[in-house]
Each structure stands twice: as C-alpha cells, then as structure tokens.
C-alpha cells in the first residue's frame, strides 16, 4: 500500500499570511496513463470533506485561486496564498493512482 | 445541484449487520464510479471500497465483510456491512468519483456497540 505522510499536522496562521502543507508518498505516484492522481480536500469542522486540488495542481470548480498544488513524482504541497477565516479546517492529500486508495494524515490549519 | 444522500446508519451489536444507502442527484449516476469512504470519531479518513467499471475494490480492513453494489435504475449505491466489530464505528460518506473524490455526502454514523 501506498502511505501517505503529511507534515506539518499542525499549522497556526496569521490571518493574510501564506501557509504550505506537505505531502509525501511512499511510491511514485505516476500512474501508468502518465497522470499523477494525487489530490488534496479541505474538510471544515463539522462538514464532510470538499475537493480542493485534484492531478496536483487542478483547482476543482470553484476553489478560490489562493488554494494552489505543486509537486511531482513522491513530493508534494499544498499551498494558500493569503488564509482567511474560512480556510480554518483538517487539510488532507489522498492518492488514486492505485488500490487501495490511501489518505494522509491530516493537517490541520487554525488561526493564530 | 450534484448531491448525495446517505441512509441506512444507527446502532448495532458487534457480529451485526447493515445496509448503507446512498442517492444520488445531479449527475448521470451509471456513468461514474462511486465510492465508500468513513471517518472514525475524530480520526483520519479511510477509504473502503470503489465501483466503477473494471470492478469492485475493497480495503483489507473489511474485504470480506463489506459489499458494495448499485442500482443504477434507482442511483442508489450500497453498502452491505456484516460481522460488524467495535472498530467499524465511524461516519459512512458516499462519495462520486475514481481518480479524484468530487463530490462526498453528508454521511450517515454507524455505532456497532453491546
């Protein structure tokens, strides 16, 4: 199986500072079509997990543009540009490139 | 609006068994693989199972004892829970997708407790 490790697991922000969360695979996760299905969801307290990033870098449908992915191959990240309030939640990264899928820890960003 | 509607969660005795439903809406349910994903209280998320077209897939954690099936007539996806144990306690999302997870339900809270 593939393991998904996310630091930091915690990560205290200044309202309008930037933050950045990384995503290690075990594995490369280069899929044998050539996409890299790597994703990452943002999961707000007490609400079931959204779809933020999907193949690294792709914003889903109405992400707002300070969500950004980067990375390849095993290492990955996941970036906010300016963190508002409503950014406040559990930030995962998961990979679908092969069975059985497999989630990251979980990072969670709070305000200072 | 793209939704999922989770039911069929409450409380069961250990060796027990469930069903878990999930509606959908919004979207041409046969054309997309679909997936069960849970979330123990306080805990990560754990994917546990996928349909989609080349088959069914499971997590080791409940090959066995879990089935997932669909109904594409109805777009209602299953899932048959039996020889439930303590540890399967958690939050049930339904969730639409194969190589990103797009949409996720509200989910439906399994307790398997004496």
């Known amino acids: 199986d593939i393991v998904m490790t996310q630091t930091p697991l915690s990560s205290p922000v200044t309202l309008g500072q930037p933050a950045s969360i990384s995503c290690r695979s075990s594995q490369s996760l280069v899929h044998s079509d050539g996409n890299t299905y790597l994703s990452w969801l943002q999961q707000r307290p007490g609400q079931p997990p959204r779809l933020l990033i999907y193949k690294i870098s792709n914003r889903f449908s109405g992400v707002p543009d300070r969500f950004s992915g980067s990375g390849a191959g095993t290492d990955f990240t996941l970036k906010i540009s300016r963190v508002e309030a409503e950014d406040v939640g559990v930030y995962y990264c998961m990979q679908t490139t092969q069975f059985p899928r497999t989630f990251g820890q979980g990072t969670t960003v709070e305000i200072k | 609006e793209v939704q999922l509607l989770e039911s069929g969660g409450g409380l069961v005795q250990p060796g027990g068994s469930l069903r878990l439903s999930c509606v959908a809406s919004?979207?041409?349910?046969?054309?997309?693989?679909m997936d069960w994903v849970r979330q123990a209280p306080g805990k990560g998320l754990e994917w546990l199972s996928t349909?989609?077209?080349?088959?069914?897939y499971y997590a080791d954690s409940v090959k066995g004892r879990f089935t997932i099936s669909r109904d594409n007539s109805k777009n209602t996806l299953y899932l048959q829970m039996n020889s439930l144990r303590a540890e399967d306690t958690a939050l049930y999302y339904c969730?639409?997708?194969?190589?990103?997870?797009?949409?996720w339900g509200q989910g439906t809270m399994v307790t398997v407790s004496s």
């Open positions: 969730v639409k997708g194969l190589s990103a997870f797009d949409v």
């Open positions: 919004g979207f041409i349910f046969s054309s997309f693989a």
């Open positions: 349909i989609s077209a080349t088959g069914s």
